[in-house]
């Protein structure tokens, strides 16, 4: 069994590689195809789904 060390009493080195260990993984997700879309932004598709369906956005 190993003995808890905490932080303060680690050497940098250990440190460091602590820190390293705990933002290693995204879990298989992308951070960046996790940013909602902008709904102030123009998006053509939305313009031309309205269209086709006769939705009108006065």
């Known amino acids: 069994m190993k003995n808890y ?4 009493k680690m050497s940098k080195k250990a440190q460091r590689e ?3 260990r705990q933002r290693k993984d995204w879990g ?3 951070p960046v195809t996790r940013c909602p879309d902008n709904p102030k932004a123009y998006n053509r ?3 031309k789904h309205e269209n086709r369906n006769g939705i009108h956005a006065f």
């Open 45 to 47: 598709a939305k313009e």
């Open 18 to 20: 602590y820190h390293k």
């Open 28 to 30: 298989g997700m992308s």
């Open 5 to 8: 060390t905490s932080l303060e």
